[in-house]
């Protein structure tokens, strides 16, 4: 089905992209990217380069006059870093000479693939796992991923997201937040990102919002960072996608995996799959009618729009758990790969917290898989033909 690489280290030139298998006709223009990719360096509590990286895509193949042509689609975005005067990354990570006079990182961090990456490939400079480990990946994955949403945008399908808490603030486990969101989804998932992007933590309440916003400045005043829960929603999809009958179609591992393929994800929920364990089972499962239609409805949506693998047609939810940021003010022990010595690691530029920019690289891995399964049930080579194949199934 749809196929994407990504390559490019965090201070290098740049990033790079592939999709494969977008049909012809969908509609893409690099601005319909770069609002993603903004949307991505939202979030109080960024570090310093949230200030100077613009993200603006260059699409190099694979669209003519702001439609998809069937062919492979080239992408590309600048490190700004790498281009800002004196950066010195151009000599960091230069693609020839032999680094005379480039001092080697030997710090591994706790909490980053520094220490394990180096041994894994034999490096005694800690620096191209570094590069290569970074969420700034994340940039170029939000650019490939989006043109997934924009397939399925054709379809009604919306993928939206919001933070539920940054460390101990924000909603809790009661699914406090329920009856906001469901506000919103009645006009799609888009709706929810249009209030949550309004927030500096992407969160639907005011109070809350301010609460994080000040959990987050006490806790880079003490040093330290911070992680969270974020919930990723799509609206308008077809009951149908994905399968039960073998372990590699079911959609919710696919979901899952597409959650904790994101750097510091490190627990997934889909539906209300955590508070549901302790529910008995006649407060969960999501009951059947028919309404005046004879089409099927539920009563609610415990199960997050899956079973059996499958979609259900209620709203998707996803609800991601991420660690708080690696990273420090205050020193972490460590010991130096060259000398053998235990050191406390050295602090670089970093966020305190990434709660809300995961949530939105989210919404971008999740359109992904959800693009996915749709092509492989309404699936043709051009977007006139995937729409008549879906009026005629659906
Ligand atoms: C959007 C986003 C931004 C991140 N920013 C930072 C950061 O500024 N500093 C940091 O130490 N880690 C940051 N991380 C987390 C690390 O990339 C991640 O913890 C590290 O690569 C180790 O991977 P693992 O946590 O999946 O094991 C960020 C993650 C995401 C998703």
Same mark, same amino acid.
């Given at each position: 089905m749809l196929r994407y690489l990504t390559a490019g280290e965090s201070h290098g030139e740049a990033l790079v992209g592939i999709v494969e298998g977008m049909p012809a006709g969908v509609p893409l223009t690099a601005g319909m990217i770069n609002g993603h990719l903004a949307r991505r360096w939202l979030g109080f509590g960024r570090g310093g380069r949230a200030k100077f990286e613009q993200d603006q895509v260059h699409i190099y193949s694979g669209v003519r006059f702001s439609k998809t042509i069937a062919s492979p689609i080239a992408l590309r975005l600048e490190n700004a870093a790498y281009m800002r005067d004196k950066s010195g990354w151009p000599e960091v990570m230069a693609l020839e000479g032999d680094g005379a006079g480039i001092e080697p990182v030997t710090l591994p961090r706790p909490g980053h693939a520094d220490l394990e990456g180096a041994r894994k490939y034999g490096f005694d400079d800690i620096r191209p796992v570094i590069d290569r480990a970074s969420a700034r990946e994340t940039a170029m994955r939000v650019a490939c991923c989006t043109i997934a949403r924009v397939l399925l945008k054709q379809f009604g399908i919306q993928v939206g997201s919001h933070v539920l808490r940054i460390g101990k603030v924000? #909603?809790?486990?009661?699914?406090? #937040?329920h009856k906001q969101r469901d506000a919103l989804l009645g006009s799609g998932a888009e709706a929810v990102n249009g209030q949550a992007d309004q927030s500096q933590v992407r969160i639907l309440d005011p109070e809350l919002s301010k609460a994080c916003v000040e959990h987050i400045r006490e806790t880079k005043r003490s040093g330290d960072s911070l992680g969270g829960v974020y919930e990723v929603v799509v609206t308008g999809v077809p009951p149908?996608?994905?399968?039960?009958?073998h372990w590699d179609r079911r959609l919710t591992g696919q979901l899952a995996q597409a959650i904790l393929s994101?750097?510091?994800?490190?627990a997934v929920e889909i539906g209300d799959g955590i508070v549901n364990t302790s529910r008995p089972g006649s407060n969960v499962h999501d009951e059947i009618y028919l309404n005046n239609s004879q089409d099927y409805q539920r009563r609610s949506n415990h199960a997050g729009g899956l079973e059996g693998g499958m979609t259900n047609g209620m709203p998707i939810v996803v609800r991601g758990y991420m660690k708080p940021i690696p990273t420090l003010i205050k020193p972490l022990g460590t010991v130096d790969m060259a000398s053998g010595e235990s050191q406390p690691t050295r602090y670089e530029r970093s966020d305190v917290t990434s709660v809300p920019a995961a949530s939105t690289v989210a919404e971008a891995t999740v359109a992904w898989v959800i693009a996915n399964a749709f092509l492989e049930k309404f699936g043709a080579d051009s977007l006139d033909e995937m729409q008549k194949r879906f009026s005629d199934i659906s």
């Open positions: 924000g #909603w809790q486990e009661d699914g406090s #937040w149908g996608l994905g399968s039960y009958v994101i750097q510091a994800q490190k």
